[in-house]
């Protein structure tokens, strides 16, 4: 048979984790709450402002996590091979990004700079393929990983000026 038995007992536990809400729902305050957290924020989000005024007491063993600022569309990648020494040498166990929806948005418009005036199908291709891509690589990290999402109402507008000149 080619297929592995898990041993429940041994096992490592490791989780992958997508939590969505409003913007001030508690998803930041959540995650900063696992253990050894590694936050990989996007600078226009500022997600990390509500750790700041976190109660020490909230987080694993009482220790902040780290934070990282995703200031360009490529730091997300450039993070991860950043991230593995510490994953090894056990100093992070979470890692949290914070948040998805507005790094997909930071991407988009660098592939729309990039790619100059190309059919947004194409783009959207691009995206969806690199998306694959990150999230195949961040789920071989061997720690837990927690994708945050802000929920935007159907009646919203994106934050990015690319899609309000559709």
């Known amino acids: 048979m080619a297929l592995e038995e898990v041993n429940l007992e041994t096992a490592d536990e490791q989780y992958t984790v997508l939590v969505h809400g409003d913007t001030g729902s508690g998803k930041t305050r959540w995650a900063a709450s696992w253990p050894d957290v590694l936050f990989l924020s ?29 200031k360009k569309a490529t730091d997300l990648v450039e993070a991860h091979k950043d991230v593995q020494p510490l994953i090894t040498s056990g100093k992070v166990k979470t890692v949290v990004i914070d948040s998805l929806t507005f790094w997909v948005e930071m991407f988009y418009d660098h592939l729309l700079s990039q790619m100059g005036k190309t059919d947004n199908r194409q783009v959207y291709g691009v995206l969806g393929d690199h998306l694959r891509n990150v999230r195949i690589k961040f789920h071989q990290l061997n720690c837990n990983i927690i994708w945050l999402c802000t929920t935007r109402q159907p009646d919203e507008q994106p934050s990015s000026q690319c899609r309000k000149s559709k």
């Open 42 to 70: 996007v600078n226009d989000e500022k997600g990390w402002e509500t750790i700041r005024w976190m109660d020490p007491s909230n987080f694993y063993e009482g220790r902040k996590p780290r934070i990282w600022k995703l």
